[in-house]
């Protein structure tokens, strides 16, 4: 099998489920997975945190499913299972011995067909007090920890869909009526506005006719409104100081970028690489080896269906100004501008982002959610190849290119210092 040319069925029920079927014998496992088509950026300014509110709502049972046995279920039938939330999307996976399939599709057509009807004002309460702890221990009392939410407040312009954490606000968690959530299910948790994935070890027909079996009585959704918006370009540097409980002082340069599968969304995925990827990469090896000003330094590129960000953060070593940091980092940002990348550097990371992008497929787990990946944002499952040769074509000129288009212009300047300091620091 090439593993990047999957070969798929895609094919929809009369109630607009899309389901993709990819049929891989070479071992007894199955991966279920499904996408709603509904994420963070669903939400509007006082309401936010909604979606993933659904991730820890999902599994509180269904109509047919007690509180809690989807988990014991799975388990039991020697399986794993989890869900995720992003600003797009909202997933839900199984990987179970391929015997155990009915099971898994059983489960997920239960929550959303029938899970209103098992809904209590107790679990809903439950749950918000879980997300609520859930923000408290990750983001407020976490180090560091309310830095993305301090960045894509101020990257993004008030009201765009990416402009809060996904998590949501803490007063908006605390304000979810039953009203709420039973608007949004019924809004977004439809089969129209969900794709299924199944891959692995199965029987083609007898699946079809289980997915039928399960999904095909669920009343199909309204349309769903699409969401259209742009990210503008920062009008000025803005410069942001949170005093925090850390040690050290750390710096985050953030400038708005492109978007997912877009033109320079791949070229800023290798600079980054090539900034702090490795031990020998630019920043790196200057800053944290030779220079000795920064415990660390990282870059990524952050891209959604809506907008992007490139990111680069460095935490100070003891008595180094931040900065110093950022002259650093803006004078190699400059570099790369003005010289250009080394034919060595460009193909020492694309080696390594292919071998890292071969090994995860070996995952069945991960093969099934590249697939709803790929066909969320192109509408093409089988988009491995199309995939990873974005990043075999960059050149060191689209590099320099992506770099004179975004990181040259105004962006935001994070400063997260330990709260015993002075303004003055």
Same mark, same amino acid.
């Given at each position: 099998?090439?593993?990047?040319?999957?070969?798929?069925?895609?094919?929809?029920?009369?109630?607009?489920?899309?389901?993709?079927?990819?049929?891989?014998?070479?071992?007894?496992?199955?991966?279920?997975?499904?996408?709603?088509?509904?994420?963070?950026?669903?939400?509007?300014?006082?309401?936010?945190g909604?979606?993933?509110?659904?991730?820890?709502?999902?599994?509180?049972?269904?109509?047919?499913?007690?509180?809690?046995?989807?988990?014991?279920?799975?388990?039991?039938?020697?399986?794993?299972?989890?869900?995720?939330?992003?600003?797009?999307?909202?997933?839900?996976?199984?990987?179970?011995?391929?015997?155990?399939?009915?099971?898994?599709?059983?489960?997920?057509?239960?929550?959303?067909?029938?899970?209103?009807p098992?809904l209590?004002?107790?679990?809903?309460?439950? *749950?918000?007090?879980?997300?609520?702890?859930?923000?408290?221990?990750?983001?407020?009392?976490?180090?560091?920890?309310?830095?993305w939410?301090?960045?894509?407040?101020?990257?993004?312009?008030?009201?765009?869909?990416?402009?809060?954490?996904?998590?949501?606000?803490?007063?908006?968690?605390?304000?979810y009526?039953?009203?709420?959530?039973?608007?949004?299910?019924?809004?977004?948790?439809?089969?129209?506005?969900?794709?299924?994935?199944?891959?692995?070890?199965?029987?083609?027909?007898?699946?079809?006719l289980?997915?039928?079996?399960?999904?095909?009585?669920?009343?199909?959704?309204?349309?769903i409104?699409?969401?259209?918006?742009?990210?503008?370009?920062?009008p000025?540097?803005?410069?942001?100081?949170?005093?925090d409980?850390?040690?050290?002082?750390?710096?985050?340069?953030?400038?708005?970028?492109?978007?997912?599968?877009s033109?320079?969304?791949?070229?800023?995925?290798?600079?980054?690489?090539?900034?702090?990827?490795?031990?020998?990469?630019?920043?790196?090896?200057?800053?944290?080896?030779e220079?000795?000003?920064? *415990?660390d330094?990282?870059?990524?590129?952050?891209?959604?269906?809506?907008?992007?960000?490139?990111?680069?953060?460095?935490?100070?070593?003891?008595?180094?100004?931040l900065?110093?940091?950022?002259?650093?980092?803006?004078?190699?940002i400059?570099?790369?501008?003005?010289?250009?990348?080394s034919?060595?550097?460009?193909?020492?990371?694309k080696?390594?982002?292919?071998?890292?992008?071969?090994?995860?497929?070996?995952?069945?787990?991960?093969?099934?959610?590249?697939?709803?990946?790929?066909?969320?944002?192109?509408?093409?499952?089988?988009?491995?190849?199309?995939?990873?040769?974005?990043y075999?074509?960059?050149?060191?000129?689209?590099?320099?290119?992506?770099?004179?288009?975004?990181l040259?212009?105004?962006?935001?300047d994070?400063?997260?210092?330990?709260?015993?300091?002075t303004?003055?620091?």
């Open positions: 099998m090439n593993i990047l040319d999957l070969k798929y069925e895609k094919y929809k029920l009369g109630n607009g489920l899309e389901v993709i079927l990819h049929q891989n014998n070479s071992v007894p496992l199955v991966a279920v997975n499904i996408w709603y088509k509904v994420g963070s950026s669903a939400e509007v300014k006082g309401k936010t909604i979606a993933h509110l659904f991730e820890h709502m999902m599994f509180q049972g269904s109509e047919h499913v007690p509180k809690e046995m989807h988990f014991r279920y799975i388990q039991e039938a020697g399986g794993t299972l989890n869900g995720s939330t992003s600003t797009d999307r909202t997933n839900y996976y199984e990987k179970l011995p391929a015997d155990s399939l009915e099971l898994a599709l059983w489960l997920e057509s239960d929550r959303m067909g029938f899970f209103l098992a209590t004002q107790e679990k809903l309460d439950n *749950q918000k007090d879980v997300v609520k702890n859930e923000r408290l221990e990750r983001y407020e009392n976490q180090p560091y920890g309310l830095a939410e301090l960045l894509v407040t101020n990257i993004y312009p008030e009201g765009h869909p990416y402009s809060w954490p996904t998590i949501g606000f803490l007063n908006d968690i605390a304000g009526t039953m009203d709420d959530v039973k608007s949004f299910f019924k809004t977004y948790y439809a089969p129209n506005n969900a794709t299924l994935v199944v891959a692995g070890d199965f029987e083609t027909e007898k699946t079809k289980l997915i039928e079996k399960y999904f095909g009585e669920i009343s199909e959704g309204k349309p409104p699409a969401i259209k918006t742009e990210t503008p370009d920062l000025e540097v803005k410069t942001i100081v949170h005093k409980n850390v040690q050290l002082d750390r710096i985050y340069l953030a400038w708005p970028s492109d978007k997912v599968f033109k320079d969304d791949a070229p800023l995925d290798v600079l980054s690489d090539i900034l702090t990827g490795s031990k020998n990469s630019r920043l790196y090896k200057s800053m944290v080896f220079k000795e000003i920064a *415990q330094v990282s870059a990524f590129q952050y891209s959604g269906k809506l907008g992007g960000h490139f990111t680069i953060v460095a935490t100070a070593k003891p008595g180094v100004s900065d110093d940091l950022k002259s650093e980092i803006l004078n190699e400059e570099n790369v501008s003005s010289s250009g990348i034919d060595k550097e460009l193909t020492r990371s080696n390594g982002i292919k071998s890292s992008f071969v090994f995860s497929l070996q995952n069945l787990e991960h093969l099934a959610d590249h697939m709803n990946l790929y066909n969320f944002y192109l509408n093409e499952p089988n988009s491995f190849s199309f995939d990873l040769n974005r075999n074509k960059v050149s060191g000129e689209d590099i320099v290119n992506s770099v004179n288009r975004y040259k212009k105004p962006y935001v994070l400063r997260i210092i330990p709260a015993r300091e303004d003055e620091n």
